[in-house]
């Protein structure tokens, strides 16, 4: 049971990462300067985000 408890802070901690660097490098202006639009659905930002963040799980 304690393995648990790191993994799930290092889960937090690299979403904050993540997170962190989408903001910092502005990649929704990006999206939109793009015309990269929703059309239906989730958002294009939160895609993008969603498949880095998933890309970076498989790594470890």
Do not use: T
């Not at 993540?18 to 490098?25: E, I, N, T, W």
């Not at 502005?26 to 498949?51: A, E, M, R, T």
Request: charged fraction near 25%.
């Amino acid at each position: 049971m304690a393995s648990i408890l790191p993994d799930l802070q290092e889960k937090k901690q690299l979403h904050s990462r993540v997170s962190r660097f989408f903001r910092q490098a502005k990649i929704g202006s990006f999206l939109n300067q793009s015309h990269i639009l929703k059309v239906k659905g989730f958002s294009p930002f939160f895609l993008i985000q969603f498949f880095f963040h998933s890309c970076s799980k498989e790594k470890r």
